[in-house]
């Protein structure tokens, strides 16, 4: 991207007293000198879209992403139009980026699934990388933070590869945040550290603000709100001179939880106020959750327990809807703490058991800590003494594995709270020894059998744990003889499949290569004897007749090819075989015609059988259309996804009613297919007619 800040020098050369108009000038300007340059059709394709890409990115994205999506969809039509398909995979990109900066991450996650694949097809490895960043940045935002890492790791091989430093710089900083999150601060303030340095030197603002938001994170995590908020402003001076609001939103989001921990509520309430009202204007349901827990947090500290009370079940409505279990988690401890206080016991109970459920699926250690803690208080006050204790339990073991994530002082406390509680049980152990040693020798007696049980005991427990172990290791070899055998049959399976697929391949080419030949060459003969059989006109129409059947036998040849070929039994095989038949058909006759033929998503196989009939339905739709309907107009879509498989055909001519009985068998073979694949076929006819079918894939 095109660097929009001003150098120091040339501050000084424009003058100090107005730095912020002239960097909003200056960048207004750039703007519309891109906006002229996609608009230039004098231009190559290449640099308009280039222009068109930049204008989206810098203009409208993070200020206006619902006018940045229709930029998108505009600069994707187009491209697929003039056949540029780095720009189209490039369209998807943006189109995924408005619904992140709109906080809809798995809607984000399809679109940037169809970038990866559209890139994938035009082998630019430079699209793939940062498109898996992208899509590791989701999955960090979802709590999927292993499969985040995975994505990150690969990303970053191939940044590594392309010596892309800016890209590397952010990879690094991405993966810092996920180690931080998973306890490995160590490992964490290496890669900002890292990250920093590569960005300092690019000169990318973008790339440093994020470093130094990341690093108040850390310093946060580490006990030390006050130093975290001297780098949390700092990437809020960039985010708002970049005008940012996305960045904006989350940096005062956490300047506000800075200042919450550090006593001042007016302040912390102000800024996360501020946050809250950025994010609706970007409708980022993530963000809206997270900075509205913060300020019902807020409002439980000002005692102001039916406001506070309201945005928190707010909180867990879009937590739920929009799929976000660790905004859901918080949301569900900040309401259980009120409920706590209020004297809500049964109410707090439930909350609290949610919250544990939302923390586990977000694999939040810390926030699981905090529901389980708050499960422990509800049940001690209410004198379920059972699950208090299991509660208690459960709550020793998170502490313990929250122990071994290192440099983190909130942990080091519960630590000393731990080794304090077994400290004083044994020194309780040891207060009974001694009373027993004043008791005498009445009691040692009792202390002898009391051993010789223990001894009994421990022998007894050894032997079951000696054959729980025999158990466990029988089990085991039950399972991986039972996975072995599923393997070989699998294997066997996929053997099968490769073997039919190899001999539907040679059928295909022994098929095209003899009878296509055979069919081509009767063609040709059929045109010779029409073009010599000049005195005899019966003659001539004859030849006519074997050419004109000849032609469409080897027509119909080429579908049977393309039926029987294996590599054709894909969603974006048929796509293409639809386009191409609608355009040859369409192509040659007197009606208008529009062609909407599109795969969304990651291809995939699917039965020949299936793929045969909708096939043949869609050609006698359209062939019924051409034919009989005198039309003129005609309009195809057919559209599929992982899931499904719809196509529409319409025309404007003399309708279903009117042409009834003149096309055969046709219309009853289209039910008859389509009641043989399950599909859902209507069609409908009066002034014009609309065949539509929808199928749903397994």
Known sequence: MISLHLRPLRLILIGLLFPFLSCSLEAQMHIDSLRSISEDRSLPDSMRFTAYFDLIWEGY?????????????????????????????????LLAATWYVRGDLRT????????????????????????????????????????????????????????????????????ATIHMALGDHALASDLLVRSLRVQGSLGNDRGVATGYANMGALLNAQGEPDQALLHYRKALRIAEEMGDRHMMGKDLEEIGSCLLQMGDTAAAKDHFERSLV???????????????????????????????????????????????PWGLGTALVGKAKLLLATGESAAALNAAIEAEQAAREAEELSLMRDATELRYQVLKRMGRWAGSLAAHEHLVQLNDSIMAEENQRAVLRNEYRYNYEKQAYADSIAHVVDLARVNGQHQEKMLRARSRLYLALSGGLVLSVILLGFWLRARLLKRTNAALVEAQDKLVESERGREAAEVRARIARDVHDQLGSDLTKLVMLGGEVRATATHDPALAVHAGDI???????????????????????????????????????????????????????????????????????????????IKYARANRIQVVFRTN???VRFEVRDDGIGFAATNGTSGRGLANIRERARRIGADLSIEGDRGTRVRLVLGLP
């Open 108 to 175: 984000a996650l399809i679109n940037y699934d169809t970038a990866l694949t559209l890139h994938k097809r035009n082998g630019d490895q430079d699209g793939m990388a940062d498109v898996m960043t992208n899509m590791a940045g989701m999955r960090a935002f979802l709590g999927e933070r292993s499969e985040a890492l995975k994505l990150y790791e690969a990303g970053l091989r191939i940044h590594e590869t392309l010596h892309d430093s800016t890209s590397i710089a952010n990879d690094l900083n991405a993966m």
């Open 278 to 324: 950025l994010r609706q204007e970007l409708d980022d349901q993530h963000g809206i959750v997270n900075v509205r827990s913060r300020i019902a947090e807020v409002l439980f500290h000002q005692r102001e327990y039916p406001g506070a009370l309201a945005l928190f079940d707010s909180c867990i409505r879009m937590a739920r809807e929009n799929d976000l």
């Open 642 to 644: 992982e899931k499904q």
């Open 547 to 625: 050419e004109r059947i000849a032609s469409e036998a080897n027509r119909s040849l080429g579908d049977i090819v393309w039926a029987i070929d294996p590599d054709h039994d894909t969603l974006a095989g048929l796509v293409e075989r639809v386009r191409a038949h609608a355009a040859r058909m369409l192509g040659n006759g007197p009606a208008e015609y529009t062609i909407d033929c599109e795969h969304e998503g990651m291809d995939r196989g699917v039965d020949p059988a299936i793929t045969r009939d909708i096939y043949l339905i869609f050609r006698e739709t359209l062939n019924n259309a």
């Open 61 to 93: 994205l993070f200020s206006q992403p619902d006018s940045a999506y229709s930029l998108a969809r505009d600069l994707q039509r187009n491209a697929r139009r003039e056949g540029n398909r780095v720009f189209e995979a490039r369209a998807s990109e």
